[in-house]
C-alpha cells in the first residue's frame, strides 16, 4: 500500500471541512462575544473576539464537515447524536481551552450565552442537515440555502409543538385504548 501524497491527504483533510458553516460560526459567534463582554476593556475584548475568528474559521469547518459526515452513519440515532451532542460538546471543550491557553478567557457570562447559543445551533443545524442545507460539496450554493432559511426557521421553531402534540396524541389514544379493554 503506497502512502498518500501530500496534495491527496490536503483534499482528504478539506473533504471533511465545510466552508459555509466555517464562515456563518465565526461571525455569529464573534458578534455574540463582542455583544457579552461589551462592557470589559478594549483590548479584552478584542483579544477575546481575534481568537474567536481565527479558532472558530479554522475549526467550525471542520466541526461542521465531521457533523456532515455523520449524515451518513447508518444508526440514525448515532448519527444524531454525533451532529447535536458530541461534536458540539468536544467544540466547546476545545474553545475553552483555546481560550484559555491564549490568555484570552471570555467571562463568564459570555461563555454561558456562547453554550447556549451553541445547543440551539446544533440542534437547528441537526435538522437543517437533515434537510440538505448548509452541506458543501453537494449542488445548492450558499445563497440557495439563504433562500430556504425562513421556511427552516419557522419548520424549526414549530417543530417541538408538533412533537409534543403527536406524543399527547398517541398518549390520550393509548389511554382511550386501554380504557375501553
Not at 447508518?74 to 444524531?80: P, Y
Not at 460538546?89 to 463568564?108: K, Y
Amino acid at each position: 500500500m503506497q502512502p498518500a501524497s501530500r496534495p491527496a491527504l490536503f483534499a482528504q483533510a478539506l473533504s471533511c471541512w465545510n466552508w459555509k458553516c466555517a464562515l456563518l460560526s465565526a461571525t455569529t459567534r464573534s458578534l455574540i462575544y463582542l455583544a457579552a463582554t461589551a462592557r470589559t476593556g478594549f483590548n479584552g475584548r478584542l483579544a477575546v473576539v481575534v481568537v474567536e475568528i481565527a479558532y472558530v474559521t479554522l475549526t467550525a469547518g471542520l466541526y461542521a464537515g465531521l457533523q456532515q459526515k455523520a449524515l451518513g452513519i447508518r444508526s440514525r440515532l448515532l448519527g444524531n447524536l454525533m451532529i447535536a451532542l458530541i461534536v458540539p460538546a468536544l467544540a466547546q471543550s476545545l474553545d475553552w481551552f483555546v481560550h484559555r491557553a491564549a490568555g484570552a478567557v471570555p467571562p463568564p457570562r459570555a461563555t454561558l450565552f456562547v453554550c447556549i447559543f451553541t445547543a440551539i445551533s446544533a440542534l437547528f443545524h441537526l435538522y437543517v442537515m437533515r434537510r440538505g442545507v448548509f452541506l458543501s460539496g453537494r449542488g445548492s450554493s450558499l445563497l440557495d440555502d439563504f433562500r430556504r432559511i425562513p421556511r427552516l426557521i419557522a419548520g424549526f421553531v414549530v417543530r417541538p409543538v408538533v412533537v409534543i402534540s403527536t406524543l399527547s396524541h398517541r398518549l390520550v389514544h393509548t389511554i382511550e385504548s386501554q380504557t375501553a379493554l
